[in-house]
T-cell receptor
Framework: DQQVKQNSPSLSVQEGRISILNCDYT??????FLWYKKYPAEGPTFLIS?????DKNEDGRFTVFLNKSAKHLSLHIVPSQPGDSAVYFC??????????????FGPGTSLSVIP | SQTIHQWPATLVQPVGSPLSLECTVE??????LYWYRQAAGRGLQLLFY??????ISSEVPQNLSASRPQDRQFILSSKKLLLSDSGFYLC??????????FGSGTQLSVL
């Protein structure tokens, strides 16, 4: 059973417009959420995160919104740039339960920003 | 600063051959270490994690094993590779927060 879902395998956006990537989760015990960005043949790199006590976190062009009641989060990129073209993974963790951080990843959404 | 090294970058192996992928971390002590796999068209699947030397936990029963002989060394192994072992293998480390730092990955093709 997939605990973190990204229902859009791909997304195309015009340069300068907003990119919205969506993520849904099923485990109500998740309390920390992250977005990673991955280029082909490279490891993912951390992009932005949000704790369950917040509903929004912003870092430059990137904003993550969390709706706990809907078990839904989204990543907004404004304005989108061609260099943002990559696969974006949503991830979640229960956090704090053990000495390790078991992070569960979604299947990813491939974003293409068209110049 | 912390760095993570993973090698080789690409590997082509015949079915039934052994496998050894190595990952080392520099600039930190007692990190949590992870092996993930990304199969073609799929997300990142957690295979193994380790919170200390000799401590290995497996998330998915499979043809692979992991070992942590030193604090900052994590090895992924197989005695006999299967076609289904093909994929992009990623090593990662964490410090007890949820943020993970990934290596550059190994593209394994089993033929």
């Amino acid at each position: 059973d997939q605990q973190v879902k990204q229902n859009s395998p791909s997304l195309s956006v015009q340069e300068g417009r907003i990119s919205i990537l969506n993520c849904d989760y099923t485990n109500s015990m998740f309390d920390y959420f992250l977005w990673y960005k991955k280029y082909p043949a490279e490891g993912p790199t951390f992009l932005i995160s949000i704790s369950s006590i917040k509903d929004k976190n912003e870092d430059g062009r990137f904003t993550v919104f969390l709706n706990k009641s809907a078990k839904h989060l989204s990543l907004h990129i404004v304005p989108s740039q061609p260099g943002d073209s990559a696969v974006y993974f949503c991830a979640a963790s229960e956090g704090g339960k053990t000495s390790y951080d078991k992070v569960i990843f979604g299947p990813g959404t491939s974003l293409s920003v068209i110049p | 600063s912390q760095t993570i090294h993973q090698w080789p970058a690409t590997l082509v192996q015949p079915v039934g051959s052994p496998l050894s992928l190595e990952c080392t971390v520099e600039g930190t002590s007692n990190p949590n270490l992870y092996w993930y796999r990304q199969a073609a068209g799929r997300g990142l699947q957690l295979l193994f994690y380790s919170v200390g030397i000799g401590q290995i936990s497996s998330e998915v029963p499979q043809n692979l094993s992991a070992s942590r002989p030193q604090d900052r060394q994590f090895i992924l192994s197989s005695k006999k590779l299967l076609l289904s072992d093909s994929g992009f293998y990623l090593c990662a480390w964490g410090t007890g927060t949820e943020k993970l730092f990934f290596g550059s990955g190994t593209q394994l093709s089993v033929l």
